[in-house]
């Protein structure tokens, strides 16, 4: 039998977050847009969780923007990251939907994938990208599982 931790007993009772990319950059030191920035504040009343291409996301924007000797900030930021959240695998279908989304027209497939990620595991879905959120209106796709800063700014909660 195992034995629960603290941390996992409690966080059964709170939303589980899957976030993207964007709300994964400031602990690495990267700034972001302002509303990213504020939703942050509300992790603690959920159980956040990434997809480790996230990391990778994030890493090809850092290679573009920091200099090497900010390096120990990125790495404390990454280490950070998967100290604190938890790490989730895509299902294997989440990779099939990903595609479709891509030929359907949205060309960002980790975003893609992280959405098909959303809807196999049953989680909330973090993004600030209105863009996508549109296109998957306009296509059909389900986004009731999907919350915006904005609605964490006026609910003051997740």
Do not use: C
């Amino acid at each position: 039998m195992k034995v629960l931790s603290s941390k996992e007993r409690t966080s059964k009772s709170k939303p589980r977050l899957l976030v993207d990319t964007s709300f994964l950059l400031p602990a690495m030191g990267i700034e972001t847009e302002k509303e990213v920035m504020e939703a942050i504040k509300y992790f603690h009343m959920a159980e956040i969780h990434y997809l480790e291409v996230s990391i990778l996301e994030a890493m090809w924007k850092i290679v573009k923007v920091v200099s090497a000797d900010k390096l120990d900030r990125v790495r404390e930021g990454i280490e950070s990251i998967m100290e604190t959240y938890k790490q989730v695998t895509p299902h294997p279908q989440a990779y099939i939907d990903a595609y479709k989304l891509y030929h359907e027209g949205h060309r960002d497939y980790i975003d893609n994938l992280i959405y098909a990620t959303s809807q196999k595991l049953h989680l909330l879905l973090l993004t600030a990208d209105r863009e996508f959120i549109d296109f998957l209106r306009e296509k059909g796709h389900p986004i009731r599982n999907i919350v915006t800063p904005d609605k964490i700014k006026q609910t003051k909660t997740i």
